[in-house]
Each structure stands twice: as structure tokens, then as C-alpha cells.
């Protein structure tokens, strides 16, 4: 798939929380990580690329869905924030980040990107651990799910840093580096609710939004989801 260039990199002042446009949620992204194109052909920027597939799917579906496209959008492009302080702890950091700038409100998708209807157990891989999960369990409790919340879990599950895939060879890939946890399967079985459930409201199926897809990957959906299940139906194995 050809990457598109969403916007000029043009790094401007972010303005105030009501005007905080997916351009102003763009340029937060990229400063000070991205100084010039080159710099987004680096290796340890491609969770930039995967953010903006991320705010571009969150999008459609909620436009689709006569949601907040723009609002969707933003939560997207910055859900991944924290990963320019660091990979490790990246959902706390990018929600601190976020406060720095009296933005806290979109930050959630910081928070919640990660476990499917705000439930710290349905999440991919290992989950937090120590002060970071008495956090995050504490946020997602207080916290009740929106569609936005909701969109974000979707997407960040089948858009990489090279476009938009199946949510079956993006778990697959995901389960395979992060490992098998007692609540894969049940992260799974959500997953795959949710992916319904949008479909339903849609009134179309997920992957006919996203044209992009290759239709190899389309072709392999079975394979993927064997391959998954028998991963995740194994006997408990915890990193
Ligand atoms: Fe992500």
C-alpha cells in the first residue's frame, strides 16, 4: 500500500481544547519527533504511521455511524502519544502528556485503547503491572465506555504502520510477539463482539470500509483465525 501524507508537516502551536482540530492533533503527534519527511521513514517512528491509519479508520466508522468524525479522528492520531517518552508504560505517559497541555479530555484514548470496553483483563499480551495497573484499573472503572472509546479499541486492531489489515493477522501478529495470557481468548471473544456490534450499527462489514485492504490478507481470514485460536486455546502460558 502507497502511504499517503496526511498534512504538510508544519509544526504550529496547538490552540485551546475547543479548537483542537485533527491538524492541531497532527501536529502534536509529530513535534519534536518529526523535524522532516526522512524523519518519518524511521524505523522507531512507525507507531507515527500506524497512529495516523489509527485517527483516519477512526474516521470513517464514526462518520458512518453519525458520530463526531473529527472528535474520533483526534482520539486516533493521538492514542499512541506516550510512545515518544517511552514503548513501555506508553498509555499513562501519553495521558500525561496530554495534561501538559490541558488536554486530558482527548487523552483518554490513552487510557483505553488498549482493553476492550474499558476492562483491564481484555487486552492483547501481558497487561500492566505494579502502580501502572492500580492506575489504569482505577481509571477504567471510573470510566464508562463510549463509542469513541470503543472505535479506537477497533481500529487500533487492524491498522499498522502500513495501512489497514484484517483484525485476524493483526492479532495474530500481536499474539505471536506479546504472548499468550489466561485472558486471551477472552479478549478474543470481545474483539470479535465488538467488531459485530459496530457492524450491525454500521450496516455494512467492517473491512468493506476500508478498501485497502489487500486481498491477500482478506483471502487468509480463516487461516489467520485457526491459526490465532489454536495459539490462544493452548494451555495458559504467561510470559
Ligand atoms: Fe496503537
Same mark, same amino acid.
Given at each position: 500500500m502507497t502511504k499517503k501524507i496526511f498534512y504538510?508537516?508544519?509544526?504550529? #502551536?496547538?490552540?485551546?481544547?475547543?479548537?483542537?482540530?485533527?491538524?492541531?492533533?497532527?501536529?502534536?503527534?509529530?513535534?519534536?519527533?518529526i523535524?522532516?519527511s526522512?524523519?518519518l521513514e524511521k524505523?522507531?517512528n512507525r507507531?507515527i504511521w500506524h497512529s495516523l491509519y489509527?485517527?483516519e479508520?477512526?474516521?470513517?466508522?464514526?462518520? /458512518?455511524?453519525?458520530?463526531?468524525?473529527?472528535?474520533?479522528?483526534?482520539?486516533?492520531?493521538? +492514542?499512541?502519544? !506516550?510512545?515518544?517518552?517511552? +514503548?513501555?508504560? +506508553?498509555?499513562?505517559?501519553?495521558?500525561?502528556?496530554? /495534561?501538559?497541555?490541558?488536554?486530558?479530555?482527548?487523552?483518554?484514548?490513552?487510557?483505553?485503547?488498549?482493553?476492550?470496553?474499558?476492562?483491564? +483483563?481484555?487486552?492483547?499480551?501481558?497487561?500492566?503491572?505494579?502502580?501502572?495497573?492500580?492506575?489504569?484499573?482505577?481509571?477504567?472503572?471510573?470510566?464508562?465506555?463510549?463509542?469513541?472509546?470503543?472505535?479506537?479499541?477497533?481500529?487500533?486492531?487492524?491498522c499498522t504502520a502500513n495501512g489497514f489489515?484484517?483484525?485476524? /493477522?493483526?492479532?495474530?501478529?500481536?499474539?505471536?510477539?506479546? !504472548?499468550?495470557?489466561?485472558?486471551? /481468548?477472552?479478549?478474543?471473544?470481545?474483539?470479535?463482539?465488538?467488531?459485530?456490534?459496530?457492524?450491525?450499527?454500521? !450496516?455494512?462489514?467492517?473491512?468493506?470500509?476500508?478498501?485497502e485492504?489487500?486481498? #491477500?490478507?482478506?483471502?487468509?481470514?480463516?487461516?489467520?483465525?485457526?491459526?490465532?485460536?489454536?495459539?490462544? #486455546?493452548?494451555?495458559?502460558?504467561?510470559?
Amino acid at each position: 500500500m502507497t502511504k499517503k501524507i496526511f498534512y504538510d508537516i508544519i509544526l504550529v #502551536e496547538v490552540g485551546c481544547v475547543d479548537d483542537f482540530t485533527p491538524k492541531k492533533a497532527y501536529e502534536l503527534l509529530l513535534r519534536d519527533v518529526i523535524h522532516d519527511s526522512s524523519d518519518l521513514e524511521k524505523k522507531e517512528n512507525r507507531w507515527i504511521w500506524h497512529s495516523l491509519y489509527v485517527g483516519e479508520a477512526a474516521l470513517r466508522i464514526a462518520e /458512518k455511524l453519525k458520530l463526531d468524525g473529527n472528535y474520533a479522528m483526534v482520539l486516533g492520531y493521538v +492514542h499512541d502519544i !506516550g510512545r515518544k517518552i517511552s +514503548h513501555e508504560g +506508553h498509555p499513562i505517559y501519553g495521558y500525561q502528556y496530554m /495534561k501538559r497541555f490541558d488536554l486530558s479530555s482527548y487523552g483518554r484514548s490513552c487510557l483505553t485503547h488498549s482493553f476492550i470496553n474499558n476492562d483491564i +483483563h481484555l487486552t492483547a499480551g501481558v497487561g500492566p503491572s505494579g502502580n501502572a495497573y492500580l492506575f489504569l484499573d482505577y481509571y477504567l472503572q471510573v470510566t464508562q465506555v463510549s463509542d469513541y472509546d470503543n472505535i479506537i479499541q477497533l481500529c487500533d486492531l487492524f491498522c499498522t504502520a502500513n495501512g489497514f489489515t484484517t483484525i485476524e /493477522k493483526r492479532l495474530l501478529d500481536i499474539t505471536r510477539r506479546k !504472548g499468550v495470557t489466561e485472558y486471551s /481468548k477472552a479478549h478474543y471473544d470481545s474483539v470479535m463482539e465488538l467488531k459485530a456490534r459496530i457492524e450491525k450499527r454500521m !450496516g455494512i462489514p467492517l473491512y468493506q470500509l476500508f478498501p485497502e485492504i489487500e486481498k #491477500e490478507d482478506l483471502s487468509s481470514i480463516s487461516q489467520d483465525q485457526e491459526a490465532l485460536l489454536e495459539l490462544i #486455546e493452548q494451555p495458559q502460558v504467561k510470559k
